[in-house]
């Protein structure tokens, strides 16, 4: 996904591009003996065109780095271990955490996509075109080009070719007319200055540490959002409840009943000797954090039972993959980014479409940790024009570890 771009008045996100290439030819024989002498090669570039996006850019696969222009991130084998990069809404390059799952080595984990995965038994030849027809073979290449796996359902064709004037190329179609060109260059002699020159002082993000607690608390799926009076910020009308198996929202008062409602994820369970099929079942509390609630057992609501995913928490948000991209503001007193993607997720996450504005123009996604006692405090604040009205949409998580909606929790003992 990019990361470039502004969100403007418009909600438009606004793209540009890093990169840069030698465009040497390669010198091989057919594009079958490409393919085999690439999947031994960690030195070369895809030279990408992709229509549906209007986009044109680059791949670059080196022994110190991988880098895909089009994505806007990478990765650099460094002193301490391989960690990820990103380029920020100014085309910036800024370094990200140490990735562990890497164990220390760029290509030697399956991670990073490489012509290595495909399996090429099944690749024939129609004539000089190479014919990729295989479905595994079809993930790999959409893998390769940082594309979107499961786009290959709309796979028209794609095939391979090589001559002396073009070298080995790739040309994908899908179904709707829209095509991928894709050149292969540089054979062991790739680089991207830009980026080698940013690689040299270049180290890995480390994050403060509050908010570094805060993040792995968060991913452990129990945490509540507090609900405040827009009239009062000080007075509470209600929680959100993150629970691993269940979510739940409650308001205190019958001014928001009709907000008052939940999900249950039941598996291998029975409620008073019945045996309960598998799911998710529609859950509505009363008023109050001890309030009884009422379970919908006779027919659930989704066959899935991962709540964390059915609910979208804000576990699942961008901004914890990429707290590299916020800064301090001194104007906003809160760390701060206007990169698209995260901004956008926030949009999405905390569904602001559905809070009643005629008009919403984004500026950027903000965040503060306050550590009490025995607890962190993290708000994130959504900037923006509100029906014309500069402001922010404010979101508060409490309760890391200890979130539980007395209601539910009372209903779960009953059950066997």
Do not use: W
Not at 60 to 73: A, E, G, I, Q
Not at 188 to 195: A, F, P, W
Not at 359 to 379: H, I, N
């Amino acid at each position: 996904m990019k990361r470039f771009g502004l969100i403007g008045a418009s909600f438009v996100l606004v793209s540009s591009i890093v990169g840069c290439s030698n465009n040497e030819e390669i010198k091989i024989t057919d594009a079958l003996s490409a393919i085999k002498q690439l999947s031994n090669l960690n030195d070369f570039t895809l030279d990408i065109y992709n229509t549906s996006l209007g986009d044109k850019g680059f791949i670059y696969f080196t022994k110190d780095y991988y880098y895909d222009v089009l994505n806007s991130y990478g990765y650099i084998k460094g002193n301490k271990g391989v960690y990820q990069f990103d380029v920020d809404h100014t085309g910036t390059f800024v370094s990200n955490e140490i990735k562990t799952q890497f164990n220390g080595e760029l290509y030697k984990n399956g991670i990073i996509p490489s012509f290595n995965d495909f399996d090429l038994d099944t690749i024939t030849y129609n004539g000089d075109i190479l014919e990729i027809k295989n479905k595994d073979n079809r993930i790999a290449f959409l893998n390769l080009i940082g594309e979107d796996y499961s786009k290959y359902t709309s796979i028209n064709t794609l095939t391979a070719k090589y001559d002396e004037k073009n070298g080995l190329t790739f040309n994908l179609v899908f179904n709707d007319d829209s095509y991928i060109n894709v050149s292969v260059i540089d054979i062991n002699s790739t680089h991207c200055k830009d980026l080698e020159k940013f690689i040299k002082s270049a180290k890995p993000f480390v994050p403060e540490e509050n908010i570094k607690n805060v993040r792995d608390l968060i991913y452990k799926n129990n945490f509540t959002r507090y609900i405040y009076d827009s009239k009062d910020s000080t007075t509470i009308i209600g929680k959100e409840y993150f629970v691993e198996d269940y979510y739940c929202i409650s308001y205190f008062t019958t001014e928001n009943a009709i907000y008052n409602t939940g999900y249950i994820s039941l598996v291998n369970k029975s409620y008073q000797g019945k045996k309960i099929d598998n799911g998710s079942y529609l859950v509505t509390p009363g008023f109050g954090e001890d309030a009884s609630v009422n379970v919908f057992l006779g027919h659930c609501a989704f066959v899935e039972t991962d709540m964390p995913s059915i609910m979208n928490y804000p576990s699942n948000l961008e901004m914890f993959k990429y707290l590299n991209l916020f800064s301090f503001s001194d104007q906003l007193e809160c760390m701060f980014t206007q990169d698209s993607i995260i901004t956008t997720d926030v949009y999405n996450n905390f569904g602001v479409a559905n809070a009643g504005f005629e008009s919403v123009a984004l500026t950027g996604v903000g965040y503060d940790v306050e550590k009490t006692d025995k607890d962190y405090v993290l708000t994130i604040r959504l900037f923006g024009t509100f029906d014309g009205a500069f402001g922010q949409m404010t979101f508060e998580l409490r309760e890391f570890g200890y979130s539980a909606h007395l209601g539910v929790e009372k209903f779960k003992e009953m059950l066997e």
